[in-house]
């Protein structure tokens, strides 16, 4: 990072999962500079991905997406290995800040989605919410957890630790309007050639306004476990629909009441 | 086109403690509701049974909060950040409308105080012999009270909905469904409260055709949850939860048939109200056990 992080300006994750080689080190650096205990070692037996999932304790999570042949592939078809590392998309319209009742989640200086501590009380409804399963339940301190995208690093100058570590620049990280520049040139690069199967996820504002940690892949959204445009969808969608069908009930009920319930006085 | 849903979304794990408040905040909120309705069918007589509404709404409104602040992962002690933002330096009330979970902590506080005065007032009355408000006064108080109460027989269901979750979220049903439910829920809890307060019998062959346009409209209502989340490709999910689904629509089906069969003998006295009691309690007892498996199957199917 040769220029200063500077509050008030917008910043990101460019993660390119077409350099990405599945090393892991930002889950390592993630933990480190965190302080994340780790979940409690696990064999998921399936996979080189042996992380499973972001939660309260994985912050980055390098997945696997493996497509292994049952005989051995030939030179060249080399689709065998996605691997993408995942990360809180720091989305510019983010469902677990919509739904949030305590004001815990909040953007910061820098534009990034952080849940502050000492405010969240553990309600989760941000899981109920984040459509990419980011958020998980810190069990020592009973509230929600998840990437920070190092706000105390960056209130310090530095840049996040997973970017840091990352020996293959597939995780970049600086002013949001710099890594969309890049990417473009980097998907250019590969439309150039022939992968044209490269795109990119939450570049532009079709999915949730912008994600503040875009991504470039090598296969459809869906392939990575990201909703695509269509399904990428906020909370508050189902607000008025829920409402109204709630309100049409209480009134028909109310009157079915009343006409259960009236009755001529006789004496 | 068809728009199939697709979902990447993590369970909040919200089990035991939920449902119960869900089945609770639908009782109160209905008995109250009830409560109101009863008193304003003209009919003198009916105040027993709007006094057991208000009497039963309380204690159900108070497991509430209780249930709600059990569950929170943090300490109990940050219950009220729902109300207010702690955030360091801008300590302010917080109520985000589109949030319903923040709607609904406001509104379960101001319910708690309509109810509370409600029940203080039908004791009051009990004790003194007439109530300590005037009956205009109780009157408008119900009336805005039921409106709260509405909202929390049903906003629990919005809750769901606005999430990401599969099932939940496919679906515009789930508040109008917790209301229906809610208001038949009660009216079963009354009719069985029926037996510590005889005076309250003359109402209790209405209650039961109340009970029935609720079931109707919670049939209707479950019939479009079926569709819609169909609609969205998650049928399978409901489906796996098909024995709960059975007791919630037992309880339905044996309100739809309590009603069929109204009291006939001039319900005054003991002797009158005993057959009708045994068919009653079934009944009730059937809705009320519906009414927690309809919850739990709707929960449970999105985890």
């Known amino acids: ?267 | 086109m068809v728009f199939l849903a697709e979902h990447f979304v993590r369970a909040p794990q919200w089990t035991w403690y939920i449902l119960f408040y869900f089945f609770f905040a639908g009782l109160a909120g209905g008995a109250y509701v009830l409560g109101t309705l009863l008193r304003l069918s003209g009919d003198p007589r009916d105040e027993h049974a709007s006094k057991l509404g208000y009497y039963v709404a309380l204690p159900a409104l108070v497991l509430c909060p209780i249930l709600l602040t059990a569950d929170l992962g943090a300490s109990w002690s940050r219950f009220w950040h729902m109300l207010i933002d702690v955030t360091p330096g801008e300590t302010s009330p917080i109520l985000h409308y589109w949030s319903p979970m923040s709607t609904g902590a406001w509104a379960l506080l101001i319910f708690g105080v309509f109810a509370f005065v409600s029940a203080a007032d039908a004791w009051l009355a009990d004790r003194r012999g007439a109530p300590l408000l005037p009956p205009a006064v109780g009157r408008v108080i119900g009336i805005a009270g039921s409106l709260f109460a509405l909202f929390i027989a049903s906003y629990t269901g919005v809750l769901l909905s606005v999430s990401n979750q599969p099932v939940w979220s496919d679906t515009w049903t789930l508040g109008g469904l917790f209301l229906a439910s809610g208001l038949s829920g009660a009216a079963a809890l009354i009719t069985l409260l029926v037996r510590y307060r005889s005076e309250a019998v003359v109402s209790l062959a209405r209650l039961r055709v109340a009970d029935g346009y609720f079931s109707i409209l919670e049939l209707v209502l479950l019939v479009a949850f079926f569709i819609t989340v169909a609609l969205a490709g998650e049928a399978t999910r409901i489906v796996s939860w098909f024995p709960l689904w059975i007791v919630a629509l037992v309880g339905i089906v044996a309100s739809l048939l309590g009603v069929r069969r109204p009291a006939r003998a001039p319900v005054t006295g003991e002797t009158a109200a005993a057959p009708l009691a045994i068919e009653a309690t079934v009944v009730s007892v059937l809705v009320l056990v519906a009414v927690l498996a309809m919850r739990a199957a709707v929960i449970f199917s999105a985890q």
């Not at chain 1, 500077?6 to 999962?17: I, K, L």
């Not at chain 1, 889950?27 to 080189?48: H, T």
């Not at chain 1, 990437?147 to 310090?156: F, I, M, N, S």
């Open chain 1, 1 to 267: 990072m040769a220029q200063s992080i500077q509050a008030g300006q917008s910043y990101g994750f460019f993660t390119d999962t077409s350099v990405c080689i599945g090393c892991k080190a930002c889950e390592v650096a993630c933990k480190e500079w965190n302080q994340l205990q780790g979940d409690s070692p696990a064999f998921l037996a399936d996979s080189f991905d042996n992380t499973g999932s972001l939660d309260a304790q994985n912050w980055r999570h390098v997945q696997f997406v493996e497509h292994v042949p049952d005989e051995s592939a030939t030179a060249g078809n080399g689709t065998a290995w996605l691997m993408m590392s995942d990360v809180c998309k720091h989305c510019k319209h983010a469902s677990c800040m919509e739904v949030c009742p305590t004001g815990a989640i909040i953007r910061t200086e820098f534009d990034t989605v952080f849940i502050q501590q000492d405010v969240c009380n553990g309600c989760r409804n941000c899981i109920a919410a984040c459509p990419y399963s980011v958020i998980g339940m810190n069990q020592q301190t009973g509230t929600a957890h998840k990437c920070t995208l190092c706000y105390d690093r960056l209130q310090g100058g530095l840049e996040p630790a997973c970017a840091k570590a990352c020996p293959t620049q597939s995780i970049q990280f600086g002013p949001l309007a710099d890594l969309q520049k890049a990417a473009d040139v980097r998907l250019a690069t590969l439309h150039s050639q022939g992968q044209t199967q490269a795109q990119l996820y939450g570049r532009d504002e079709s999915v949730y306004g912008g994600l503040n940690a875009f991504f470039l892949l090598m296969d459809k959204p869906e392939t990575y476990g990201l909703p695509n445009a269509d399904n990428a969808r906020l909370p508050s969608r189902n607000d008025a629909g829920g409402y109204l069908a709630a309100l049409v009930t209480g009134v028909l009920a109310v009157v079915a009441g009343l006409v259960a319930f009236r009755r001529r006085v006789t004496r």
